[in-house]
């Protein structure tokens, strides 16, 4: 623990969650150096094995009351609902630093269990299995006092180049616009995938170019600058014979979208 501002590493860790998050950074934090997991707790048992075994010697636990006490650092990384269900439940760890990995979850959520709580809150998107560069992926910490801010500065430091400070409000907005720049753009590659693969020997890798550009002009000069396609230009002939081609659910999405983008360049002309 941080003693006169001197982290003592490796931090003796206990980790909840062994899902897409913890297994990409629990993992990078130990090979760092920073800490050093004793146990691993999932609602998992094959899950709490599988990232335990990638560890040195983490036990994997399937129950809360066998998690065990006296680790300096307790890190949740689990579902948005389950973090204020662990801090209920659990029993242990009041001298400890608690953080957690979500995004929309207050830093309060912890609050019950120790003086010392905060947020490791990585903007990134994890898939289990899936290789990741985390040197790259931003990192959002907060604590509840210095002691706890420079233990979540100093773990994420040492697995990434791109830390910031924010606050629980700040954390909810970003991860809201991430859901809409990740999670439903996703789902809409996800739909056009559905679409090419109608067709023998087609699927999302044949728009792979154009979804690069589209992302790479977003970037240099802004996405409301980036918009094109038959919305942008309100070419009603074109979005008629598109909607014609589509079922009625694709439809009815592809008509309310459309629509939306119209509506947003006609208030900015």
């Not at 934090?29 to 146990?39: M, N, P, Q, R």
């Not at 560069?133 to 801010?149: A, R, W, Y």
């Not at 942008?232 to 081609?245: L, Q, T």
């Amino acid at each position: 623990m941080a003693s006169g501002g001197v982290i003592k590493a490796p931090l003796r860790t206990v980790v909840f969650g062994a899902g897409n998050v913890a297994s990409h950074l629990v993992p990078a934090l130990e090979e760092s150096g920073a800490i050093e997991v004793s146990a691993v707790w999932s609602r998992t048992e094959e899950h709490a094995s599988e990232l335990a075994s990638r560890l040195r010697s983490a036990l994997p636990v399937c129950s809360i009351d066998a998690v065990p006490d006296g680790a300096e650092l307790y890190l949740v990384s689990v579902a948005d609902d389950m973090v204020r269900r662990i801090a209920a439940e659990y029993n242990g760890g009041h001298d400890a630093v608690w953080l957690h990995t979500s995004g929309s979850v207050p830093a309060s959520a912890l609050e019950r269990l120790t003086e010392h709580y905060g947020v490791l809150y990585p903007l990134q998107t994890f898939s289990r299995g899936t290789e990741l560069d985390l040197k790259c992926v931003p990192f959002f910490i907060e604590g509840s006092d210095e002691s706890t801010l420079s233990t979540a500065r100093y773990l994420a430091e040492k697995v990434s180049t791109r830390v910031y400070e924010a606050d629980s409000d700040l954390r909810a907005r970003m991860h809201v616009a991430a859901v809409f720049g990740c999670n439903f753009t996703n789902f809409m590659w996800t739909v056009a995938d559905g679409l090419l693969r109608r067709n023998d020997g087609l699927d999302i890798t044949v728009i792979e170019p154009l979804l690069k550009e589209t992302l790479r002009k977003c970037m240099a000069i802004g996405p409301g600058n980036a918009q094109t396609g038959p919305a942008m230009r309100g070419d009603r002939n074109v979005i008629d014979k598109h909607i014609s081609m589509l079922d009625p659910e694709l439809a009815d999405m592809y008509k309310y979208l459309t629509e939306k983008i119209i509506s947003y360049y006609d208030e900015r002309n």
